[in-house]
């Protein structure tokens, strides 16, 4: 396994299934005790959350429904600025600024 730094590269997967693809396998990986993060690990602390867990990655559309969902909340969200950024790269603050 390559480990982080290796050829200049500082990136890590946090899906090493489907790292290409936004998809239920994040939940799938929850379940198998393979997740980067502790706080992602913990998800299978309760019996809520491990339900929530179970049935995202193993009832088709679920976890689609579920983000598509809160994208659309999220789009709603005021801004108290005057004005709102929508980002051309999502990472990087866009140039245009007076």
């Known amino acids: 396994m390559a480990e982080c730094g290796d050829n200049g590269n500082t990136n890590v997967n946090q899906d090493y299934v489907t790292s290409n693809v936004l998809d239920k396998q994040y939940y799938q990986?929850?379940?198998?005790?393979?997740?980067?993060?502790?706080?992602?690990a913990v998800l299978n602390s309760t019996e809520e959350t491990r339900m929530e867990v179970m049935?995202?990655?193993?009832?088709?559309?679920?976890?689609e429904r579920k983000f598509e969902k809160a994208m659309e909340k999220m789009g709603k969200i005021k801004s108290d600025?005057?004005?709102v950024e929508i980002r051309k790269v999502c990472w990087k603050v866009n140039n245009n600024y007076k």
Do not use: P, R
């Not at 049935?55 to 976890?63: D, E, I, L, S, V």
């Open 81 to 83: 600025q005057q004005s």
């Open 55 to 63: 049935q995202n990655a193993n009832t088709a559309g679920t976890w």
């Open 29 to 40: 990986n929850v379940i198998d005790n393979k997740v980067l993060f502790t706080s992602d």
